[in-house]
């Protein structure tokens, strides 16, 4: 795990754009390269909350996976771990191991006394991660329009 950088643009711009990887999370697609570079530019949470979102990289080649990290969204005051990652990494257990370390951060090191996890309902690959690192299932909220789950430490 490590910090974005400004190469991480087009990487950004990739798994956007790839309708299967935003299927579940309301997020649109970039419209243009410079708009993900834009978007790395100006990520301040590193900055602003001492974390943020981490680029996860394979240590052997050094080819960018997806991301990982916490999230402090000050009007909800509430941490969140999320996470994406490119289709040819899915069902390898990248989002888990990289999430479970997120998760052990935030709260071992952050001192994070709550951390949670949002997924629409459909989306039962990333609810089985949250399961997995240890997040229990709270209740159902209204996600964009559709049923979503939020799951708690």
Same mark, same amino acid.
């Given at each position: 795990?490590?910090? $974005?950088?400004?190469?991480?643009?087009?990487?950004?711009?990739?798994?956007?754009?790839?309708?299967?990887?935003?299927? &579940?999370?309301?997020? *649109?697609? @970039?419209?243009?390269?410079?708009? /993900?570079? #834009?978007?790395?530019?100006?990520?301040?949470?590193? =900055?602003?909350?001492? @974390?943020?979102?981490? /680029? %996860?990289?394979? #240590? =052997?080649?050094?080819?960018?996976?997806?991301?990982?990290?916490?999230?402090?969204?000050?009007?909800?005051?509430? !941490?969140?771990?999320? $996470?994406? @990652?490119?289709?040819?990494?899915?069902?390898?257990? !990248?989002?888990?191991?990289?999430?479970?370390?997120?998760?052990? !951060?935030?709260?071992?090191?952050? *001192?994070?006394? =709550?951390?949670?996890?949002? /997924?629409?309902?459909?989306? #039962? /690959?990333?609810?089985? %991660?949250?399961? *997995?690192?240890?997040?229990? &299932?709270?209740?159902?909220?209204? $996600?964009?329009?559709?049923?979503?789950?939020? !799951? #708690?430490?």
């Amino acid at each position: 795990l490590r910090e $974005f950088i400004s190469s991480d643009g087009i990487q950004f711009y990739h798994l956007n754009n790839d309708i299967d990887v935003i299927k &579940y999370i309301g997020n *649109k697609p @970039f419209k243009s390269l410079q708009e /993900a570079n #834009k978007f790395i530019s100006t990520y301040s949470d590193y =900055e602003r909350n001492g @974390f943020g979102r981490w /680029a %996860v990289i394979n #240590k =052997e080649n050094g080819e960018f996976l997806g991301w990982c990290g916490l999230k402090f969204t000050e009007k909800l005051n509430e !941490y969140d771990i999320g $996470f994406r @990652f490119f289709k040819k990494f899915w069902n390898k257990g !990248y989002a888990t191991e990289s999430s479970k370390s997120c998760l052990s !951060y935030g709260i071992n090191e952050l *001192k994070m006394t =709550e951390i949670l996890g949002r /997924a629409m309902k459909e989306n #039962k /690959a990333s609810i089985r %991660v949250l399961e *997995k690192i240890g997040l229990e &299932y709270e209740k159902e909220f209204n $996600f964009n329009g559709n049923i979503g789950v939020i !799951y #708690k430490t």
